[in-house]
């Protein structure tokens, strides 16, 4: 072979390697990690027996990581030099679940040093923590990298508020390439974890300056939530995000926003908007579970996509907590 033969051979697998590179795949880790599955669900189910919010917290760090620049475990970073902790913008002031990342990262280095990122490590946590309590399974497409920075002027404007118009929620997933049936599936990842009275106390008691409580809340379940959250308090306490089946994960939230009992102004937005086109998606979740689940695992599977660094970009960090 010519020696301009060979290097157009080379080129040609050269280019396939990186093409192939260049979308995630459920196998990424088949020969370089096999056991990457099996090591996050022993944490993840080791986890979970002490504190059954695991799963939740890691879903919505996903959440919260591909919303923000990508997902590419931008969200995990502390502060150092040059690094703004996304951790320290106010829509993630106390959030949990960077714990268990680093339990899982550590067992993961132990036995396949360097090569299992925390951006994946997010997104397969996720599909365990869902399943591990009564939620759908799916194959987890893997290949993401880790980002080299973060983006915290980036977090307020790309993440939700609790406190948000429908009009408002509904662009900020557009942007990221996920629609109405996303929206609403996604949101029934609130069936599991918790909310500090913080995040929905201005519908108790004077509600959008009108004096009286947001009308979309159901009286009795008004009572429940103004024991729990008095006026004047320090809205830290924690409330189910689910009110019927607070760990479980299954379709109870939409039947609780058909029953204008959902927690966030967010939430029942979803339902309580009129004219919208959302509410024919409740109504057919809280009908149909197998439907909630087939849309969420496809929804999930769109937000792992988002803004991914793939092949050579970014790192495989040792520390998920800081660039290497
Ligand atoms: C649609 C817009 C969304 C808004 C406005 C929103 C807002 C919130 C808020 C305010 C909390 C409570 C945080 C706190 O107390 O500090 C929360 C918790 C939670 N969110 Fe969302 N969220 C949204 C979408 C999502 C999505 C897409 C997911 C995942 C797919 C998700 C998963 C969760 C989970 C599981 C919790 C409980 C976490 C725990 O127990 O620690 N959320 N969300
Ligand atoms: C894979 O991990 C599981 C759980 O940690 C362990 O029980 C099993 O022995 C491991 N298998 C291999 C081939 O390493
Ligand atoms: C941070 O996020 C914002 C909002 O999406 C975006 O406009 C900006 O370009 C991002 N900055 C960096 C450095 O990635
Ligand atoms: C709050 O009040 C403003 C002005 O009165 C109104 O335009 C807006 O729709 C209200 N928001 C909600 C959620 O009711």
């Given amino acids: ?140 497409l893997l290949g993401r990298r880790d980002s080299l920075n973060a983006n915290r002027s980036g977090v307020t404007p790309d993440i939700p508020s609790p406190f948000e118009s429908l009009d408002v929620m509904i662009p900020q997933f557009t942007r990221k390439g996920l629609g109405l049936t996303d929206l609403v599936a996604l949101s029934g990842a609130h069936t599991f974890g918790r909310a500090r009275c913080r995040t929905f106390n201005q519908r108790l008691f004077n509600f959008n300056g009108t004096g009286r409580p947001d009308p979309t809340l159901d009286p009795n379940y008004l009572q429940t939530l103004r024991r729990l959250c008095p006026q004047g308090g320090n809205g830290g306490t924690f409330a189910k995000l689910d009110k019927s089946t607070p760990d479980q994960f299954d379709n109870h939230y939409f039947t609780n926003l058909k029953n204008h009992q959902g927690l966030l102004q967010t939430d029942q937005e979803l339902f309580s908007t009129s004219g919208s086109s959302t509410i024919g998606i409740v109504n057919n979740y809280a009908n149909n579970q197998y439907k909630f689940f087939d849309d969420f695992v496809c929804s999930m599977i769109k937000m792992g996509n988002v803004g991914v660094l793939t092949g050579t970009k970014g790192e495989i960090r040792k520390d998920c907590k800081r660039v290497n």
């Fill in 1 to 140: 072979m010519s020696i301009l033969k060979f290097i157009v051979v080379l080129f040609f697998f050269v280019s396939i390697f990186e093409s192939s590179n260049a979308q995630l795949s459920a196998t990424f880790y088949a020969s370089t990690c096999p056991n990457v599955t099996e090591i996050v669900r022993g944490v993840m189910e080791q986890t979970q027996r002490n504190d059954v919010r695991a799963g939740a917290k890691i879903i919505r760090l996903h959440f919260h990581d591909c919303f923000v620049n990508g997902c590419d475990g931008s969200v995990l970073l502390d502060n150092a030099a040059g690094i703004e902790s996304e951790k320290d913008a106010p829509a993630n002031v106390g959030i949990g679940g960077t714990d268990i990342v680093d339990d899982i990262k550590t067992a993961l280095e132990n036995v396949c040093p360097g090569v299992v990122s925390c951006a994946d490590i997010l997104a397969l946590a996720s599909e365990i923590g869902v399943a591990l309590v009564g939620g759908p399974s799916w194959q987890v």
